[in-house]
């Protein structure tokens, strides 16, 4: 642990004295730096609203929700500074600080990310709400590999004749709401993503969590393919608990979209197919008050969503999503209220 809090002190510390001057953008990406002084680094504001209504079959209910209203802020300070903060005004209801960061570039190759974010891991969790596929997150973005976290974050592109990018980091371990708590363990996590040829991702994953006092260990590996109409995806989540205090955990998904460019009205209407899945998992905090061990808290299920995105605007990323889902339990099983066959219509506008 002391070496790799000296090896991430050294790489704070040799930015600090990089003579490059790298124009980047919060997300890396390399903007015209003459361009960025002019401007005087005018900050920039952009923003997601999602609004659904969602029919339970089942229940024989229904109901409306504003699923989310992020707005962020972004810009730099710098050529080679760059910032952002996101809040979200709406997450089901209730209003959450999500990204609060500050990033440098020191080189072309080399970012380094400190303060609140989401921890690099897995694919689909890390997709915002408007890159989002369907209306509803797959089980490993949801349930088993959505991790938010304090910490700092180190970015690497290696300069290879495959292109790949290294993410690695260490974090609280606390969540986003307990960041006084001192701690004399941290959190792990990295991801390596290979690009072997064009439209072609492969990533893997690995992260360690010890939210209370069990430690939890998780290995992810996944893959797209992007051809022209076709976007074909899969993952599968592997999750293990030290001192056996729980079952391995196991989750998969996958999914294919297909787009079909429209003339009138819409930009193009996508078609989607997704089956995903996940056996019993803990999320390592609640226990049995008689034994002591853990106890289930997402119970083992499979789900079959079929859907049609509909795009309507350029100027604005604006979709309408209409996806049904059809939940499969384990004899004995209890569903959660809102895990259960669902009809989803969802109005997603990106600005």
Known sequence: MRKTCAFLLAAILSSSIAAQAVGNNED??????????????????????????????????????????????????????????????????????????????????????AGQMRVPFTIDAHRSPHEQFFANRSFIAKQVGNVRDVGLTLGYELPTALPAKIEAGLYNGTGLTRQQEWR???????????????????????QGIKPANTWMRSYDIGAYYENGRFHIEGEYLYKQYSDNAFDDVHAVNTFINYDLPMRKVFQKVSFLARYDMMTDQSDGIATDPDSGHLITTDHKRHRLTGGLTFSLSKAFRTDLRLNYEKYFYSSGNIPKESEQDKVVLELMVRF
């Open 28 to 113: 890396g990406k390399k903007i015209n730096k003459e361009k960025l002084e002019k401007a005087d680094y005018m900050p920039e504001i952009h923003g997601t609203i999602r609004a659904k209504y969602e029919y339970q079959p089942t229940m024989g209910a229904g109901r409306f929700e504003v699923r989310n209203a992020r707005v962020s802020l972004t810009g730099n300070v710098l050529p080679a500074v760059a910032y952002k903060a996101e809040i979200d005004l709406s997450d089901e209801g209730e209003i959450r600080m999500l990204d609060a960061y500050a990033r440098l570039f020191p080189t072309e190759s080399l970012t380094i990310t």
């Open 184 to 206: 004399k363990v941290v959190n792990y996590s990295a991801k390596a993503q290979l690009f072997p040829a064009e439209g072609v991702n492969i990533s893997l994953s690995a």
